[in-house]
DNA sequence: CGTCCACAGGAATGACGGGCGG
DNA sequence: CCGCCCGTCATTCCTGTGGACG
């Protein structure tokens, strides 16, 4: 009775409360509006370079530098659907093939979707790589087609695979009859280069661009253009649209992040009934992101992973501010035993520790006890609260948190 | 100024479950 | 159903190293 109570209320005061949102999907990060603000020198630079498509040549390949929220996949995106509009107009066998290579993972999967768009059927696995990359081949070369192949985050394929893969495609043109191929290589890394087979580079970036991290005052342009359509006349004070510009500014230039910041916020304001979102409100959501970030990232960890943080957690509550990879893997063996886990070796739990760092769950960093060792120091990323809210709610951990282990006296009795 | 600690982190290899062609 | 290959996780073995100590 009373829950229906309950969910009269939530419900009415959703239907009366004044709307915040037009259209939430613009906000959405895979959304590509008509108008990219302050990328009028890329749009123009990237469709020089693919122009030569509409008279059926193949175009340069292109390097695509810039890191997260720098537009770099809108802008693509955006140039390449108006040229596949005019191929398909003027006739021309044009195919695009995107992949987000961090999100493919393997060589073989990147393969299936190449052969995907050359409409060749090939398992989701079983096949050799090899294989796959022939099938591929000869896909391409029957369809008699141009293709644009776009690479995106190319610098994780690379850092997993190595380059071996880029470079059988930068020589696939050799080997082609009636089709030609053209890569478009996209990084977040400016380092990526570096990692490159000097061939594979220089036939990589025929042409290359850069895109440059925006300034609070272009994000603020974004922003604006955005809210046009995703929120309700007068939805956001202008204090509060350049405070979301200038967090983000702060942040790399992250236009991702901004619209992240903005849609969250909105979602905060409409809860709370308000019209208008306020600067309160994107800080609540700047909060929020970082908060449920981290509370999925908890809960996604794998069973050793779990064990690893709770034995920093265990340290940190004991008032060891940075623990060295000895004392924690001491402790983690320990937390095994105590939870009928085999321990890993520590080889494998220092592999565990720099993926834990990556997520920004640990801060390590390596340094050098001169006589005594060169190892890693490891704190705690987050607050300590957080660990223990999420580990008591997982059974198979939860005991952890309150255990104190026997090694770590004595280690603290051996220091001191 | 060389030593030597306590690891970092690369490379090779193996175990294992999944999924395919034949 | 077999044999093959896949990707993932883990182990083993290894070489490399910053700097306090003697």
Do not use: W
């Not at 021309?92 to 768009?117: D, I, K, M, Q, W």
């Not at 570096?194 to 609070?216: G, K, T, W």
């Not at 640990?362 to 120091?377: A, F, I, P």
Request: aromatic letters at 6%; one cysteine or more; a neutral charge.
């Amino acid at each position: 009775m009373q829950n229906i109570n309950v969910l009269d209320e939530v419900f009415e005061r959703a239907v009366k409360s004044a709307r915040v949102f037009k259209n939430r999907n613009v906000l959405r990060h895979d959304y590509i509006p008509d108008r990219l603000p302050h990328r009028e020198e890329q749009i123009r630079y990237f469709g020089e370079i693919v122009a030569p498509v509409l008279k059926t040549d193949r175009c340069s390949n292109i390097f695509i530098y810039g890191k997260t929220g720098t537009g770099k996949t809108a802008v693509i995106k955006y140039v390449l659907n108006k040229l596949m509009g005019k191929t398909q107009t003027l006739g021309v066998p044009l195919r695009v093939c995107y992949v987000n290579c961090r999100l493919t993972g393997t060589e073989y999967r990147l393969f299936a979707s190449l052969c995907n768009a050359m409409n060749v059927k090939v398992p989701f696995t079983g096949l050799a790589v090899g294989e796959l990359f022939d099938r591929f081949k000869a896909g391409l070369d029957a369809a008699a087609a141009l293709l644009i192949v776009v690479l995106d985050e190319v610098d994780e394929l690379v850092k997993a695979r190595g380059d071996m893969l880029l470079y059988e495609l930068t020589r696939m043109n050799e080997s082609l009859i009636k089709s030609k191929l053209s890569l478009v290589g996209i990084s977040n890394d400016l380092r990526f280069k570096e990692l490159l087979d000097p061939r594979v580079l220089s036939s990589l970036s025929e042409e290359e661009i850069v895109f440059r991290p925006y300034n609070a005052t272009e994000l603020g342009d974004i922003l604006l253009e955005r809210c046009k359509l995703a929120l309700c006349e007068g939805a956001l004070s202008e204090g509060a649209l350049s405070l979301c510009a200038a967090l983000a500014a702060a942040e790399h230039g992250d236009a991702r992040r901004a619209l992240d910041l903005l849609r969250v916020a909105g979602e905060v304001a409409e809860r709370e009934g308000a019209a208008r979102i306020t600067d309160e409100h994107i800080r609540v959501a700047e909060k929020r992101i970082e908060h449920d970030r981290i509370i999925d990232a908890l809960k996604n960890l794998t069973p050793h992973s779990k064990l690893v943080l709770a034995s920093v957690y265990l340290l940190n509550k004991a008032n060891v501010a940075s623990a060295i990879t000895g004392d924690i893997y001491e402790v983690y063996c320990e937390l095994c035993e105590l939870t009928d886990y085999t321990a890993l070796t520590q080889r494998r739990v220092s592999g565990l520790i720099n993926e834990l760092d990556v997520i920004g769950l640990l801060n390590s960093s390596v340094v050098s006890m001169g006589r005594y060792g060169r190892t890693k120091k490891i704190r705690l990323g987050i607050a300590r609260g957080l660990v223990k809210e999420v580990f008591a709610g997982d059974e198979r951990v939860a005991c952890l948190v309150e255990y104190s282990p026997k090694c770590l006296t004595d280690a603290s009795n051996r220091r001191s």
